[in-house]
């Protein structure tokens, strides 16, 4: 029987989850895989902190170094997120021959291909099932499930924070403010949920997605990001008149010789079973050319669903180390060297149906200000909604949806709308994903 034997850079959450898990796992995992795993070395910011997992306190340490530099360490398991010390961190473990596993995303979507050349240099391995849906096996499915196709596009809602509150809101009605509270409470979101809320995180996810799934380095800064935080109870109630339902979406999809990378709130139809995933959990749909259509969903965060994709990396790693083949293949299905860029459209290109909601003056001549400014840069509106009448012309909505436009065509509207005056607040944008093409 071998002996794998496992650094931790972090006993947060989710390291503390992995201690659990070998804990009451490692007996049938060491029998089922024919190798032991002990933690022999970990890492932590404060060494005097309780924590939610029996550690033997001699194998602690203040110092993450320690861990990538112990010779009684098989694989580096980082689990502390953030840009620095982590990649510092992962490029020492590959330097000193250790394969390595990681949850965290934001440090692969911002210099994912300074690491993937890293191992592959050093002849070692790498894991990052965990940094992208939780125990949604997703990062498997691209690499092997979906190995023999050209992927054609992913979708994605990948921000278990995000969906909870859009679901609250379009379930029970809440405001945002009131939905992100109860998420805040339930401690589905963080104190400063910016990351969460502003598409930050679904960014990084999708980043991590797209260079895996269409084998090309991704710039993180070109993928457009919006949030959540300006929809209300209106756009969510007009959602469901139109027969849609909005979920903050991760996109990435081949466009000719180009990819279209973005997240931001989007309308999908509320038949769509994207459309019915609600709560914490995560839905990923994958599109190859001969696989078609699947989608995969599950929870997508917490100690016990984040702890399990990064043991199921660990074993990967483990069963190779065993049998002599560990570090003889790249983490992407195309090797980091060999991979090609490929141009990421802006969001200018993007070709979409869109629902516009105005907050406009209820007088004679406004709805003709409105219709004549999106004529004139050839946006034409497929239906549209006006909510009752209010005294001395206060301000009231005008809902309107159209047709497939281009974004920057919608952009020279509104901007041209905007300038006259008539709009008592900026005009509420949400794509249309799935629609009329």
Do not use: W
Request: with cysteine; proline share 5%; aromatic share 4%.
């Amino acid at each position: 029987m071998g002996s794998i034997r496992l650094g931790i850079i972090g006993l947060g959450v989710v390291g503390c989850g992995v201690a659990n898990l070998l804990r009451e796992r490692g007996s049938a995992l060491a029998t089922r895989f024919n190798a032991s795993f002990t933690i022999t070395r970990a890492a932590v910011k404060d060494v005097k902190k309780s924590r939610d997992a029996e550690v033997d306190p001699s194998i602690i340490t203040a110092d993450p170094f320690d861990v990538v530099n112990d010779p009684n360490v098989d694989i580096v398991i980082e689990v502390m997120g953030g840009e620095n010390p982590a990649l510092e961190l992962l490029l020492t473990a590959a330097k000193n021959g250790k394969s390595i596993v990681t949850a965290n995303k934001r440090l692969l979507a911002i210099h994912g291909e300074k690491i993937y050349r890293a191992v592959e240099d050093a002849g070692v391995e790498l894991g990052f099932e965990a940094a992208v849906a939780g125990a949604v096996p997703v990062i498997g499915a691209i690499k092997t499930g979906f190995a023999a196709n050209r992927i054609e596009a992913i979708h994605g809602i990948i921000n278990g924070t995000s969906n909870y509150i859009l679901s609250r809101m379009t379930l029970e009605g809440k405001s945002y403010a009131d939905a992100l509270k109860e998420a805040q409470a339930l401690g589905y979101a963080e104190a400063d949920p910016t990351f969460d809320v502003e598409g930050i995180d679904t960014a990084h996810k999708i980043a991590v997605l797209a260079s895996l799934g269409f084998e090309t380095p991704i710039n993180f800064g070109s993928i457009y990001t919006e949030g959540i935080t300006r929809l209300t109870p209106e756009d969510i109630g007009m959602a469901r008149e139109f027969g849609y339902r909005i979920k903050l979406l991760a996109v990435a999809k081949r466009v000719g010789d180009s990819l279209d990378a973005r997240v931001h709130p989007a309308m999908i139809l509320a038949s769509h079973p994207m459309a019915n995933v609600n709560g914490a959990l995560n839905a990923v749909e994958i599109k190859g050319d001969f696989a078609g259509v699947n989608m995969l969903v599950g929870p997508g965060a917490g100690a016990g669903p984040t702890a399990s994709a990064v043991m199921a990396d660990v074993l990967d790693i483990a069963g190779r180390m065993v049998h002599g083949v560990a570090g003889k293949r790249s983490p992407m299905i195309t090797p980091a060297s060999k991979r090609v860029p490929i141009r990421i459209r802006p969001v200018d290109e993007t070709r979409s149906q869109y629902y516009l909601r105005f907050s406009v003056p209820d007088r004679p001549g406004v709805m003709a200000a409105l219709s004549g400014a999106l004529g004139e840069s050839k946006i034409s509106i497929a239906s549209m909604i006006q909510r009752g009448r209010k005294e001395g012309g206060a301000p009231v909505s005008v809902v309107m949806m159209t047709h497939v436009a281009v974004e920057a065509d919608l952009r020279r509207a509104l901007a041209k709308i905007e300038g006259t005056k008539i709009c008592a607040a900026p005009t509420m944008v949400i794509r249309i994903e799935g629609g009329e093409e």
